[in-house]
């Protein structure tokens, strides 16, 4: 195959332009020095290249095979692949200037024909890895397993019937957490690949959570051996590949993560578009996050309002990214998490720079959404309304309610008491909407 450099024919690294840029490739919004509320633009987003949907899906769909014809996929020897494909994605990552970039084990490096062998070719990737990042910019957001792909794993990994899969998963990711370790990943995840169900006819549900609690907990045990620092991230989606996962959404992950015992070390990779399969918001599942205080990372990507399923489309929606900014910066912005684009160019995206569009797009979409967003604080926009409305809680009375100094009966009482009317407010909806507009 060519080398690296010669893939894309863009050559230097994207530059920021402003908003008139008259190039076709510029950021225009993605101004990564500038400092807003305390921190350079490039901290507080922590823009993550994806390895497995930028360098290892093929463009396949239900009805069709492979589209991008990419050299890496064609070959006999897989690790010289394996060693091209990170060529291409370390060129990605500099002509982008992105700070951080993910993958799993099986994007990085082949199975071998025994778990030895591909813990061994994973390893030797991850020198290569290593021997990159020495000179590059980009750092490890998060690095993970893939304990879904391979037929082994096709009724779960954790969950699976068979204790020896559920042994062998424990093998894969070892491994992976370790390299991880290694590369200095500031988080490790754990999305729930296949751990759910098709049919209640052939599956206990009971019995699967708490293998799965158990899978958790060990991961977390080891975590603490090694001394890796960064959190454990769950990843909730209600659906696909399984019908019905059990990491459905963060309220459910919640209780699980409460009755596993496992709050203190495990958090949320939330994903907008397995928010929306859920059938909620992708604020609204930030939102939550952040108020039961496991927010951890954020999957950036998109649905497709027409289509039931997780279509991974670039996210270029800032009315929407807007909000969940707000929520994000509100409660100071991120911490070891950051933006990962799991984020797939359309099938007919064939050409190379195809890639780099995308990035440069919603890298743009997401900057200047985050502009509103501190621009909406700054102003308190939204938060000054919200604190008015919640006022009386912020009194005496409110307060000495919430730290259970009344019974029911003497609230009961002072309810009963003569000239007590509490009189309703609006919730003034469209009015907030509206000051919303003025910012996207
Ligand atoms: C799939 C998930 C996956 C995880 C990483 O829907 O989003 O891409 O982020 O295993
Ligand atoms: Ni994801
Ligand atoms: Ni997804």
């Not at 209600?238 to 919640?254: G, I, L």
């Not at 938060?383 to 000495?400: I, N, Q, S, V």
Request: charged share 25%; glycine share 8%; with cysteine.
């Amino acid at each position: 195959m060519n080398a690296a450099s010669e893939f894309f024919t863009i050559r230097t690294p994207i530059a920021y332009g402003g908003a008139q840029a008259s190039t076709p490739l510029a950021f225009r919004w993605y101004d990564k020095d500038r400092v807003v509320r305390g921190r350079r633009l490039e901290d507080h987003l922590r823009f993550a290249v994806c390895y497995w949907h930028s360098f290892c899906w093929p463009g396949l769909d239900p009805f069709g095979g492979e589209t991008f014809l990419r050299p890496w996929h064609h070959g006999s020897d897989a690790m010289a692949q394996a060693r091209a494909k990170a060529d291409v994605a370390f060129e990605l990552f500099h002509l982008l200037d992105v700070p951080f970039f993910a993958f799993h084990d099986a994007d990085a490096a082949p199975e071998g024909r025994t778990l030895a062998e591909s813990v061994a070719n994973l390893n030797a990737i991850a020198d290569v890895f290593e021997q990159k990042m020495a000179t590059a910019k980009v750092r490890l957001l998060w690095g993970t397993a893939n304990l879904f792909s391979h037929r082994r794993y096709m009724a779960g990994a954790a969950t699976n019937p068979d204790p020896e899969i559920f042994t062998y998963a424990a093998g894969q990711v070892r491994a992976a957490l370790e390299v991880t370790h290694r590369l200095g990943g500031q988080n490790y995840v754990l999305w729930g690949g296949r751990e759910g169900y098709e049919t209640l006819l052939n599956t206990d549900i009971g019995r699967e959570l708490d293998q799965l609690g158990r899978f958790v907990s060990l991961v977390v045990e080891h975590k603490h051996k090694i001394g890796f620092k960064g959190p454990i991230l769950i990843e909730p989606k209600p659906k696909e590949p399984t019908k019905h996962q059990y990491d459905f959404d963060v309220a459910t992950c919640y209780g699980f993560l409460q009755r596993y015992d496992l709050l203190k070390d495990v958090k949320l990779n939330i994903e907008q578009n397995h928010a929306i399969l859920a059938g909620h918001s992708f604020q609204h599942e930030v939102a939550l996050a952040e108020a039961l205080g496991v927010f951890g990372s954020l999957d950036i990507n998109r649905g497709d309002d027409l289509l039931g399923w997780d279509t991974d489309q670039f996210a270029m929606n800032v009315s929407e990214l807007v909000l969940v900014f707000h929520e994000i910066l509100n409660r100071g912005g991120f911490t070891s998490g950051g933006l990962n684009f799991d984020a797939k160019i359309r099938r007919q995206s064939i050409d190379p720079d195809d890639l780099i569009h995308a990035h440069v797009g919603s890298m743009d979409a997401c900057a200047r959404a985050f502009l509103a967003a501190a621009d909406m604080l700054d102003a308190g926009v939204l938060t000054a309304p919200l604190a008015e409305r919640y006022k009386g809680w912020a009194g005496a009375e409110g307060r000495a309610i919430l730290a259970g100094q009344h019974s029911l009966a003497d609230l009961a009482d002072r309810a009963m008491g003569s000239g007590f009317d509490p009189q309703p407010r609006s919730g003034r909806q469209e009015y907030l909407e509206s000051l919303v507009n003025r910012y996207v």
